[in-house]
């Protein structure tokens, strides 16, 4: 039999616990509430396929942002995980102890830079190199891919190395007494082995990416129109919440809470979709 | 020894960081024979294994000196390729260490990283090394289905099979048979006799007796000191060290 003191010490660490969870339930219930009468209104295909975002004339198409967020994530994906992936096969498989030691907590300092910095650092020096070489405005899906693929690095590095530290001992040790070399240990057994872990890396990090807000305000530019290169500026979903939710009110505050359902609903598909590879395995 | 060896160990000394694991050995490996290594555990048998086909280079902290020679050329020397030298000496590990694909890409793997590309050849060796390992008949029928599904006795097979497609001159197996039951332990041994004609096997018993069965020559380790060595028969009659006497009469172990 449990002590009355052990029993209120339960409860109360699970109300804690309770709480964290409360929090997600109320900021789902308000961005819903807020957001579902504008869809309702417009209607949920013109609002997500509409090209036309003009709040003060009552037009409210979405479809050039979600095209912009997602060109941008697929930039950042075709920028950052080559090196991500090569970065955790060095440090799980090649790299000596001391300096993977120095390796691992440089990456990690990576995630612990506030965006705003990254944001910063594009705006000086990303951007003026795009319109310098590459010709257009700079500001472009380019500049946001390089800096977003940057920032999901340490995501997808940890995850992925975990994952390839994960597999059994026997795995490599099979492989070498076969004369395998390392790099045929690698590539034949290791890497698909750990492959759905690092597929869940990979879209954990892009869940990470599609979220991104004060970065890619910076260097995105935020024209709403469909870009018709990667030197184009474009508006993402979660930079148009961000740059109009100072003056917005009425409709117009529906509509970005309403932007906000649909970021929502893409970001639980990729971390869905993550956690069920994983657990697949 | 009449049989020439196929491996000489010379003055075999193992670091593991400050740890002595292996101290001073000598040791004649005879081709085409089996050669017992036993001793309880913590003995640097699994360690004397490893370092003969330098899986040792591995572990991290670890050193050693001495000579160890393969038809005369030290192994240790450093223009000797260590891809090729595992491949002429096979190992297999206490635990069976299927490969996370099928039966026939786990046999073939190592030939097909050597370059073997033919379908055909691939097929044959699959079927050749899998008769040897007297495992052929057990799955001939479903060689796609992934190796983790077959038993425990059928892993450790496989895994003998996958040496063998390598065609290598020396297999060591450590402890190959502790995770098995006595039939499947049977079944290898019996291969294991039979594959002597062609190789040079090299085996850490799991108990005195597997050793008494199947080995033609037998070493006893302890703590890192090779203590005897000597004929099967004549090692387990009359051991001419007490300890040796000790240990097979069960007094310590």
């Known amino acids: ?281 | 020894m009449t049989q020439k060896a196929k491996i000489d160990i010379k003055g075999l000394n193992f670091f593991f960081e400050q740890k002595q694991v292996i101290k001073e050995l000598n040791l004649e490996i005879p081709e085409n024979r089996i050669l017992g290594v036993f001793g309880p555990a913590g003995s640097g048998i699994t360690t004397l294994l490893r370092t003969l086909n330098r899986l040792s280079d591995l572990t991290a902290g670890a050193r050693q000196e001495g000579e160890i020679l393969l038809d005369g050329k030290n192994i240790f020397d450093t223009n000797v390729n260590v891809t090729e030298l595992r491949r002429r000496v096979g190992m297999v590990f206490d635990v069976p260490t299927p490969l996370p694909m099928s039966i026939f890409d786990n046999v073939v793997l190592g030939p097909r990283m050597g370059g073997m590309k033919s379908k055909t050849d691939l097929e044959e060796k699959v079927e050749t090394s899998l008769r040897m390992s007297a495992l052929w008949d057990d799955v001939k029928d479903r060689l796609d289905t992934p190796a983790a599904r077959l038993s425990g006795g059928q892993q450790q097979r496989l895994c003998i099979a996958r040496v063998l497609a390598l065609e290598p001159e020396v297999i060591l197996l450590d402890r190959p048979c502790s995770a098995l039951d006595p039939i499947s332990t049977a079944k290898i041994e019996e291969s294991l006799v039979q594959l002597k004609e062609q190789y040079t096997i090299v085996i850490a018993p799991h108990t005195v007796q597997q050793a008494g069965r199947i080995a033609d020559r037998v070493a006893f380790m302890l703590m890192g000191d090779l203590i005897e060595q000597g004929y099967t028969q004549e090692v387990f009659s009359f051991p001419k060290d007490k300890r040796t006497n000790d240990y097979l009469t069960g007094r310590f172990g």
């Open chain 1, 1 to 281: 039999m449990k002590s009355f003191k052990e029993k209120l010490t339960e409860r109360v660490f699970l109300l804690i616990a309770l709480s964290t969870l409360s929090v997600l339930a109320l900021i789902t219930v308000f961005i819903f509430i807020k957001g579902m009468p504008i869809i309702a209104k417009v209607g949920i295909i013109d609002f997500v396929f509409g090209m036309k975002w003009a709040p003060s004339q009552g037009y409210y198409g979405i479809f050039p942002m979600i095209v912009g967020s997602v060109s941008v994530t697929i930039g950042a994906a075709i920028v950052g995980v080559p090196i991500a992936i090569c970065c955790s096969i060095f440090l799980a498989e090649f790299a000596p102890v001391k300096l993977r030691n120095i390796f691992r907590p440089a990456i990690q300092l990576l995630a612990a830079i506030p965006s705003v910095v990254y944001g910063f650092w594009g705006v000086l020096f990303v951007v003026p190199a795009i319109r310098k070489y590459l010709g257009g405005p700079g500001l472009s899906i380019l500049a946001g891919s390089i800096i977003l693929g940057i920032m999901i690095l340490p995501t997808i590095i940890s995850i992925t190395e975990v994952s390839l530290l994960a597999l059994p001992r026997h795995y490599k040790d099979g492989a070498l007494a076969l004369g395998l070399t390392q790099w045929q240990t690698i590539r034949s057994l290791l890497l698909p082995a750990a492959k759905s872990g690092i597929v869940a890396a990979v879209i954990l990090g892009l869940g990470r990416a599609i979220g991104e807000t004060m970065a890619v305000i910076m260097v995105l530019g935020n024209a709403v129109a469909l870009p018709h290169s990667v030197l184009d500026p474009v508006r993402t979903l979660t930079t148009n919440i961000g740059i109009e939710m100072g003056y917005a009110s009425g409709e117009h505050q529906q509509a970005l809470f309403a932007t906000g359902i649909v970021l929502f609903v893409i970001i639980m598909i990729l971390n869905a979709t993550a956690q069920y590879i994983t657990r697949k395995r």
